[in-house]
């Protein structure tokens, strides 16, 4: 770990610089796999799994069978789990559902806004070395309540041609309406193009590595909305004196094992807590089952220690970080400050597992300083709001005018001629 | 204008494709721009402004003496329009004001939503044929209403170094903080970096022309958040019987003259609306100013006969059009089953020009088919919703156990001890 003390605002920028994430090398690469899948469909897909996930698929779709058998393979307590989890993420997701009020502007001008789910996503869940079922209720929680009618998931299976029970557990209890075999790259052009397995989905959502990103990117510029560019996981914990060490090096222990290019960042006021910080580390780090992984991104991680914490909080704000942990006296006043993150933390009982698993609040968010622009999935990401407007007679005599004037200014007189037509009737 | 008579559905698909735009063929040309605008900030704009807007400048900032100047050159007339547009547009847009509430999932454990304004954002406005002064109230009318605290914007000058007035009053009065004399690619490039004249910003909004639209795209893989992917814009009008062939012909021809790649389709259920819009459109073109416009992109557009109401939609629904103007008899009841549309228009005296300029709804809205999973530009996309969670001591109490269990079964081992480290403490 990199301990900073009382760095000059000018050293900033530098200092919370992220790794970039360039997948520009990787466009031809993910190019030719995606025209493949749009060309071929899920011939195409099926010769990937074999290639990428080693697996020989007959079919892409999870039948029945397996979903009834995959229940019965997760275990009682992970079932209960699972349910509280998914209650919590849905009271708290259920509470953002839009109500538009109609307004009328001027008489006889009335405006709305209507929200509409997105009528078709995919969700992609990806393998590797954890099964992300907490990212499956993440993900088709808000879309369920937004009413998507329907909801796909695309997740790579093990060597065996078989998905994770838990993720289709998942799967199955937060509305997921079809899940297929696929991973990577294959995946992403299979929901955004269609198969004749795959619908083509409308808006791609989910995590993965450098290639999925890099495919998500592609697609999005033309065929296929996606939730948001994606980077490694990163905590900033902002503590003062009151924190307690053993809490705070657990929090940043937990996002250092996420990855090895995972960030941990400690802006503290306190030199006492930054000294004890360090020693829980080493003191917790030893028993950790992904102690190497932890290990590496720690060899990233920086403690600094700032003069006071309005300094700490324009820090947190430069930064930007997915998500916040604030262990202070005042939390409250503290949170109020801050304008730039993903998710926050407040108070000693409150890890960024929390909010991982269980807590209610959604864990898909933005990362690499991308919550200056960005906010993280909701259920707003799952709808449109289509705006409406009716004028009536009266409304576009009083208007109509104005129009008149600005659009011959644009020099758009079909425009203007569109108003004149319907106020000469009025005449 | 092309006539379609009860199209079979397998039809549907290829009837309604737009044309595709491709911006591959631009990348390296804009790449080139892009990079040079990063490593040499105000002089390669400077320069680019000399080859392609023709104009040498001696500063990019628009200076307090040239707002004040514009005020005076635009007229009494086109003031109290711009007023009155700006007035609506205020009045719905601050209906959009987001007000988070707090929902406790379990005893101890409260999650919220807080809207922060993106504190930094750039407008881009276009200048070709067309003073957009309407675009800058759309855009900067909902980023003042959010609260972001640098709203830039940047248009390209004249060949005498001067914006259109009517643009620098309109940026005046909706809070526009800055003005820059910028344009095309070499603007982008200022606002995703920053020079030593532009701040860099955090997202970019505006239409623009295919090399805008390539440089939006390219400065969103990584540098900027944009509003929405672009493309030519486009109407579609549902109408039936009841509906007036001279109000119907006008709004086709004010989609028309936009540009010779706009699109504009009549839906309709009666054989002679269709005939007299036909004559109509005939009429009404040829004493129009941009009459050569239209002209070519009627060509392109379509006069579609369909046999219920229900298809209709339906269609529309496939379409999925940025403008959709309803004028049958019950529109009400056909609005409820629009699910795919950018902004809706309602009832014979709601032409599309009523929210170009001054209903109140926002004219920044999705081309090309992206309505199925975009919306338009409203105070939404100035803003981020930055979630809150305080877990308290029974509240961890509560879900604990339930997250120790999930991060377990995820093996993330240290997610799971940033629970257990905390119960330990309350045993």
Redesign the interface.
């Known amino acids: 770990m990199n301990i900073i003390t009382n760095p000059e605002r000018s050293a900033w920028k530098e200092m919370l610089k992220r790794p970039?994430l360039n997948?520009d090398i990787l466009r031809n690469t993910v190019s030719e796999v995606l025209n493949r899948i749009r060309m071929e469909g899920d011939k195409a897909v099926v010769e990937y799994e074999e290639k990428f996930d080693k697996v020989r698929l007959s079919s892409l779709a999870v039948t029945e069978k397996e979903f009834a058998e995959a229940e019965k393979e997760v275990s009682i307590?992970?079932k209960?789990?699972?349910m509280?989890?998914y209650?919590?993420i849905r009271?708290?997701h259920s509470?953002?559902k839009f109500e538009g009020?109609k307004?009328t502007?001027?008489p006889g001008?009335t405006?709305w806004?209507k929200a509409?789910a997105?009528?078709k996503v995919g969700l992609y869940i990806p393998g590797g070395?954890?099964?992300?079922?907490?990212t499956v209720l993440m993900l088709a929680t808000p879309a369920q309540i937004a009413g998507c009618k329907e909801i796909v998931l695309c997740t790579p299976p093990d060597r065996t041609g078989k998905i994770h029970p838990?993720i289709l557990y998942a799967a199955k209890i937060a509305g997921v309406s079809r899940v297929f075999k696929a991973g990577g790259v294959q995946a992403i052009g299979a929901m955004a193009y269609g198969t004749e397995s795959v619908p083509k989905v409308?808006?791609i959502f989910g995590p993965g590595n450098q290639y999925v990103t890099a495919a998500k990117?592609q697609v999005s510029?033309?065929d296929?909305?996606i939730d948001m560019?994606a980077g490694p996981s990163e905590v900033a914990v902002l503590a003062d004196e009151t924190a307690?060490p053993?809490?705070v090096a657990?929090?940043l222990?937990?996002q250092?094992?996420?990855g090895t290019d995972s960030q941990a960042i400690l802006i503290t006021t306190s030199q006492d807590l930054l000294q004890s910080v360090t020693e829980e580390v080493d003191r917790?780090l030893p028993s950790?089952?992904?102690k190497n992984i932890?290990e590496k991104s720690l060899a990233n991680s920086k403690l600094i220690l700032v003069k006071t914490i309005d300094e700490a909080i324009e820090m947190v704000n430069e930064y930007a970080p997915e998500h916040l942990i604030i262990e202070t006296k005042d939390y409250v006043n503290v949170?109020e400050k801050?304008?730039?993150?993903?998710?926050?933390?407040?108070?000693?009982?409150?890890?960024?597992?929390?909010?991982?698993?269980?807590?209610?609040?959604?864990h898909t968010l933005?990362t690499n300083g991308?919550?200056?622009?960005?906010?993280?999935v909701?259920v707003?990401s799952f709808?449109?709001?289509?705006?409406?407007?009716?004028?009536?007679?009266e409304?576009?005599a009083t208007?109509g005018?104005?129009?008149e004037?600005?659009?011959a200014?644009?020099?758009?007189?079909?425009?203007?001629?569109?108003?004149?037509?319907?106020l000469e009737?009025l005449k």
Chains 1, 2 share one sequence.
């Open positions: 970039t997948t307590e992970l209960a789990a699972i509280l989890a209650n919590n009271t708290f509470s953002q009020k307004v502007t001027l001008v405006c806004q509409v997105i009528e070395t954890a099964p992300l079922f907490s838990a409308y808006k990117q510029l033309r296929v909305a560019p307690n053993a809490f657990a929090d222990l937990s250092a094992e996420h917790q950790l089952f992904r932890a949170a801050i304008v730039n993150a993903g998710s926050v933390f407040l108070g000693a009982y409150s890890p960024e597992s929390a909010g991982d698993y269980a807590s209610g609040t959604n933005p991308y919550a200056k622009a960005y906010s993280g909701s707003d709808i449109r709001k289509i705006t409406y407007q009716e004028v009536t007679a409304g576009i208007i005018p104005a129009i004037v600005l659009a200014n644009e020099y758009l007189d079909a425009h203007k001629n569109a108003v004149s037509v319907r009737t």
